[in-house]
């Protein structure tokens, strides 16, 4: 039994060893193949590097150097603006601008170009320089140098393409305002975006073009449309080999203006080259139909580098980004409106009263005179036919400053008008002050001779032309002060909502009558020729002191079914009736043909 056991387990022995050893060769060649494996996956790449760096090298750094990835942004269209039948005010042209690509050049290398491209351009190389340090070097982002640039320019590039590598023409779209200066100070303009306009807007791309005033402003968001982008490989000469991907452009949508584009043209001829404005109104919207002012400016010059020429015009003592219609004036006998309004609402006069004219008055010891002899015993409606001095003067004393003020701001005058619907940044109100805003304002006391001045819209009264236009339109419309405005989209909104004004239908009905008689038999009856419907109106003639007396006018029409009110101002222009009034009537024309109106060609 012992020697079997003995022999059992020395077989049970052998028999383990060979499998340990079995196991250990398995593992030894598991191992060798491995190994074997990752020297193989290991060599690959590097047999790889050596390929393209010993047998292709040349061929590749030519390839790496040749060919660039640019990521270039794809402007998109701005949305058309056009008047309120549909008719283009500004739309777009096709263009062509410079770019510099920062990435690919060193910075010595820009100097050396710079000093090339500026002369062809018309650029100093140190603007060049300045635009592409505030990309950065490394951008690889395109910098615009120039924009819509002439064929001149595009050929000389052209010709010097080997020598300004890294330089590229783009065709863009540009904005273009087919009637170049026609309603510019409302329009507005486009420009680059300054920088902190990019930081506000982190969406915005380098070179994106923003409205910078007027309606390209006001309305930016909806007419700037989304930029696209593409992924491109270009040569060194910037030439596209191959497009990588594209993302089109999201064209902006175009914004419809109340103004009417003939009666524009018609506002902007009739004045001329002479200083003034002209502002016609929807009498029952508020709708803004015409705001001419001169002088005015190109809206397309700012597509491109501004030359000093006009550049020093823009900043000439006769300033035409001034918007005339906006800027206060005194007004002369247009406000006797408003002073007959405060006398019969003071209490103090019925629309039945009376007075006595004569060739002057004396009060409070000093004597303000009549521009004629007189007109006897009148009442309010022949006052405001002949323009009498003296019956106002009278009215105004009685009602008092407060009063007066008070009329001319339920009117629309001395900032009761909401400006920024118009977009504006420039635009003013008016004033009329009492006795305690004179002595706050200018540190003097009130006299009697500022109530008397004030009665007859001279002295510390200012109104702009566009609170005129409001304000006659409160007559035409019933007693409602309407909130000018520019955006189609806003008419008959609650943010153009017509403001009663209280005044009883009695007294605005007499001063109504009176203004149909300055037409009719007073100082504005040239108007009344047939050539367009009987209109009501009152004109002006505003004594500047050194200077020759401002033209000024305001009405409505039709006299009966009123539509349309209109504010003219000329400066230097003289009586209202000989500058400022036949510019109304051209305007009152074009609106009346318009809706089919026939002359006559005699007095209504």
């Known amino acids: 039994m012992a020697g079997d056991f003995s022999f059992n387990s020395k077989i049970r022995f052998d028999k383990n060893g060979l499998d340990n050893a079995s196991r250990q060769r398995s593992r030894s060649l598991q191992v060798m193949i491995f190994m074997l ?49 549909g008719k283009i005010f500004a739309a777009n042209r096709v263009s062509r601008s410079v770019y510099v690509w920062p990435k ?81 100070h409302l329009l507005g303009y486009v420009g680059e975006a300054s920088l902190e306009q990019l930081k506000a807007n982190p969406v915005y791309p380098m070179g994106m073009l923003v409205g910078q005033m007027g309606v390209e402003k006001l309305a930016n968001s909806t007419l700037e449309g989304v930029w696209g982008n593409r992924l491109i ?86 300033k035409p980004f001034l918007n005339r219609a906006v ?38 010891g000093i004597s303000f005179n009549e521009h004629s002899g007189g007109y006897g015993v009148i009442g309010f409606r022949d006052a405001l036919a002949y323009s009498s001095n003296t019956f106002f003067y009278q009215v105004g004393m009685a009602a008092g400053p407060e009063q007066m003020a008070k009329a001319a701001k339920a009117m629309g005058i001395g900032g009761t008008i ?36 004030m009665a007859i819209g001279q002295g510390l009264v200012l109104c702009t032309p566009l609170e005129l236009a409001v304000m006659v339109s409160t007559v035409a419309n019933g007693g409602y002060r309407v909130q000018p405005h520019l955006l189609a989209s806003q008419t008959n909104t609650p943010i153009t909502k017509k403001v009663p004004t209280g005044i009883k239908p009695a007294t605005l009905n007499v001063v109504r009558q009176g203004l149909i008689d300055v037409v009719k ?3 504005g009856k040239r108007m009344n020729d047939g050539t367009i419907p009987l209109s009501a109106g009152k004109t002006g003639t505003v004594e500047m002191p050194g200077h020759p007396d401002n033209s000024m006018f305001v009405g409505f029409a039709p006299a009966d079914k009123p539509e349309v009110a209109i504010a003219v101002i000329v400066e230097g222009g003289g009586f209202g009736s000989v500058s400022a009034a036949p510019i109304a009537q051209e305007v009152f024309r074009t609106y009346f043909q318009k809706q089919g109106f026939k002359p006559t060609n005699k007095p209504l």
């Open 104 to 184: 690919e050049r060193s910075a010595q290398e820009w100097q050396e170009i710079a000093a090339t491209l500026g002369p062809i351009v018309k650029l100093p190389a140190a603007e060049i320089i300045k635009k592409i340090d505030v990309a950065g070097y490394r951008s690889a982002l395109p910098v615009r140098i120039s924009k819509d640039i002439d064929v001149g320019t595009f050929v000389a590039l052209g010709e010097q393409a080997n020598t300004l590598r890294g330089v590229e023409i783009r065709v863009e779209s540009s904005r273009d305002n087919p009637h170049q200066q026609l309603a510019a």
């Open 418 to 453: 909401n400006l920024d619907l118009l977009g504006l940044e420039s635009a003013n109100h008016g004033q009329v002050p009492v006795p305690a805003e004179k002595q706050k304002m200018y540190g003097e006391d009130w006299y009697v001779g500022d109530t008397v001045t």
């Open 233 to 318: 490989e270009v040569n060194a000469k910037g030439e596209e080999i191959q497009d990588l991907g594209v993302k089109d452009p999201i064209p902006g949508k175009p914004v419809q203006l109340t103004l009417d584009l003939d009666m524009q043209k018609t506002a902007e001829k009739a004045l001329g080259d002479r200083l003034g404005a002209v502002v016609a109104i929807d009498v029952k919207t508020g709708a803004l139909l015409t705001m001419a002012s001169w002088p005015t400016f190109d809206p397309n010059i700012f597509t491109r580098k501004v030359t000093q020429t006009e550049w020093d015009r823009l900043q000439g003592p006769e």
């Open 37 to 85: 494996l990752v020297t193989t996956l290991m060599a690959l790449p590097i047999f790889r590097l050596a390929e393209l760096q010993l047998i292709q090298g040349a061929y590749n750094r030519q390839r790496a150097e040749n060919n660039r990835i640019r990521p270039v942004s794809v402007p998109a269209n701005r949305g058309q603006i056009l008047d309120r039948n």
């Open 521 to 523: 038999k007073g100082t």
């Open 327 to 364: 800027q206060g004036y005194p007004v002369g006998s247009t406000f006797k409106i408003v002073t007959a309004i405060a006398g019969m609402e003071s209490g103090k006069f019925s629309p039945d009263s009376t007075l006595g004219t004569s060739s002057s008055i004396t009060i409070g």
